[in-house]
């Protein structure tokens, strides 16, 4: 179970923590991301008041797509099944009638972006810079951009976007809204975690469903959008380019 990862969640007083783990630097393979989804449209739908992302370990808090599986894909429709299941997690995050709080205890890459800009609420620490590297295998952030964009703009989204080989501090990320809140140490960030998730599992329930619609209207298109986008990304992960680039990145890290 370890070895392959996993996504376990629990309940407490109203509070579903979610957590995910993958040895490889909490990076997404496909099974991650469909138990992802599967987990949070659960607690979406049940009793639940609030829930909280987290990442195991004390590394990275997403490394984004697994390199092994991309490595491993033959056709398009097999790029379009990975990349869907980015599409599916941050339409689960995005038509979750619950608010969703983001607990990131070290740095983001790629689709680990995307996950932090579908929170409701990403509270970090210093440590947690973030980097949108797709284009360093080229691909593109075409499945995560539309929340990301929405979290921080077009411009930010841009600069994250073009520029992928430069990590942003969480800094960079509070001022631009990724981050709601920035932490020194971990101990701190657990502290405001619990305190602001215990705050909302005693919030009217109703209310912050509203909210939640509120906050994401104008993305209904989202459902067909992100996966026109994984299909984009399905083809191109096909390239001659992409090929190489993950096999050259897969030989640095057998080194």
């Known amino acids: 179970m370890q070895e392959a990862g996993y996504v376990q969640s629990h309940s407490d007083h109203g509070i579903t923590t979610i957590e995910f783990y993958h040895p490889k630097g909490n990076s997404l393979p496909l099974k991650i991301l469909d138990q992802l989804t599967h987990e949070i449209h659960y607690a979406g739908t049940h009793d639940s008041k609030v829930l909280v ?21 033959r056709t398009e429709a097999e790029g379009f099944n990975f990349f869907r299941g980015f599409a599916d997690v941050i339409n689960a995050m995005r038509k979750c009638s619950k608010f969703i709080i983001g607990r990131i205890h070290g740095k983001l890459v790629g689709g680990g972006v995307g996950l932090a800009a579908a ?76 305190r602001l998730a215990t705050a909302l599992a005693h919030a009217n329930p109703g209310t912050m469903k509203e909210m939640k619609k509120m906050f994401w209207e104008g993305t209904d298109h989202w459902d067909a959008l992100l996966q026109e986008r994984a299909a984009i990304s399905g083809r191109l992960i096909l390239s001659p380019f992409s090929r190489k680039a993950i096999e050259d990145i897969l030989a640095k890290k057998a080194l």
């Open 119 to 194: 929170c409701d609420y990403a509270i970090a620490v210093s440590a947690a810079e973030v980097k949108l590297s797709e284009l360093t295998i080229g691909i593109g952030p075409f499945v995560v951009g539309p929340a990301v964009e929405r979290k921080i703009g077009p411009s930010a989204f841009s600069q994250l976007a073009i520029d992928a080989h430069l990590w942003r501090n969480a800094d960079w990320a509070k001022k631009k809204g990724l981050f709601a809140e920035v932490h020194d140490t971990v101990e701190g960030l657990d502290e405001s975690v619990r």
């Open 53 to 73: 992302l987290r990442s195991a370990g004390i590394g990275a808090f997403c490394g984004g797509a697994s390199f092994d599986e991309l490595a491993g894909i």
